[in-house]
């Protein structure tokens, strides 16, 4: 099993497109909204595969216009 640290696992999803900065990791895993990540003492590790999870869970299907995505609530 490959494990990435925050700065790995940034750059791994900016190889993916998607712009996410270790802080930003870390906000997210304070906050909550972000990938699954695992800790070993006070390392906090992701796996790639669940990079990819989260990447996918947040894409909407393909639309040819605005109006087709879901509304948000306010």
Do not use: C
Not at 6 to 32: C, D, F, M, W
């Amino acid at each position: 099993m490959a494990l990435l640290n925050p700065k790995q696992a940034s750059h791994y999803l900016r190889e993916k497109g998607v712009i996410r900065s270790p802080v930003t990791l870390r906000n997210l895993r304070v906050k909550g909204g972000g990938p699954q990540f695992r800790k070993l003492g006070n390392n906090v590790f992701y796996e790639p595969q669940l990079l990819d999870e989260w990447i996918n869970n947040r894409l909407t299907a393909p639309v040819a216009s605005t109006s087709e995505l879901p509304s948000r609530a306010a």
